[in-house]
């Protein structure tokens, strides 16, 4: 018997193998396709465009005029705002002239977006002439907040609280410009005559930005000399009555005593000790400079009195007149 039911089996089996069946594992249930997935979005384009300027508008600080020529404004990553400004500078001063470097800001709607990042602290040398300036004003206003181009200006100040502002509009709905220039005094005589002085009258101003001082002037370190034309910015409100003379080389300013007279009658005397200069091309002669530092009224004439120590009695009187 057992010989017969293995011989049933081997049939059974060459049945299998002849209808093409194979004895395996289960197969495995198949893996699922996946779902293509939309590309990432490309990241927007960082944006940069030109401001229209306005450069016949022209403020004041320091003995230079500031007139912006070029606008740009870029998009930085993040969203902030960096602005490229190009401005013409004019240095119309007949000496070398050490003062702070002005802080600027941009302001819109009265409120700053963005600042410069130049040391106002340091005093730096500028060669009498003309140029044009490159500086980066970095946005400080949260990212993504928009800035009309057309209510922006430039206000160009000191780090001193409550100093006197330049402001410059930049478009048509900026704030009203305050150009701090400087007015033309006209002198009722080319000489300051008194004693054993004799000085050639250059030029007088009524200014607003900025004053004499009586910091020392360095290069590298180094005390170049002591007596060097040295400005520091005025007070909001404060004016300054500067005249300067042209006189020989050796001349001692402080050997003269000074009086000015405002137009309200008040009296004052220099701000600071009468500084000298040289030429940067001429070594016989000397540029003297006087800063009488006042506030009130402007208006009317102003009268100037230098006398001799030694000639207390003959005085030069000079009289200093707008318009």
Known sequence: MGNRLSTAAAAALAVLLAAGCTWSDP????????????????????????????????????????ALQDLVVSEQTGGRLS??????????????VAVPFPRITLESEGRAVADSSVDTTTLQRYEPGSGT???????????????????????FTDSV?????????????????????????????????????????????LREDTTGSTAMLLDNGITVNHDSRVLHSLKQGQHTVQVLFDAPAGTI?????????????????PSVPVTLATYPDRTDRV?????????????????????????????????????
């Open 133 to 155: 300036m490159h500086t980066m004003l970095r946005g400080s206003a949260p990212a993504g907040e928009p800035v009309d181009p057309d209510g922006l200006a430039l206000v």
């Open 27 to 66: 197969e495995p249930e198949p893996a699922p396709v996946p779902t293509p997935t939309a590309p990432a979005p490309a990241s927007a384009p960082l944006r940069s465009e030109h401001v229209t300027v306005h450069p016949e508008r022209t403020v004041w600080w320091g003995g230079r005029s500031f």
């Open 287 to 323: 540029s003297l400079a006087a800063w009488f530092d006042f506030y009130g009224d402007t208006a009317g004439t102003y009268t100037l009195r230098a006398a001799d120590g030694q000639r207390p009695d003959d005085p030069a009187v000079l009289t200093l007149a707008t318009g």
């Open 253 to 269: 300013g402080d050997l003269l005593g000074w009086q000015l007279t405002l137009p309200d009658g008040r009296q004052v005397t």
């Open 161 to 205: 609280p409550g100093s006197a502002r330049a402001v410059l509009p930049v478009g048509g709905r900026g704030p009203e410009q305050v150009a701090l220039a400087p007015v033309p005094l006209h002198a009722s005589a080319a000489t300051l005559d008194t004693g054993r002085f004799h000085w050639d009258v250059v030029s007088a101003q």
């Open 83 to 96: 602005y490229e400004l190009v401005l013409r500078v004019d240095t119309p001063s007949p000496v070398k």
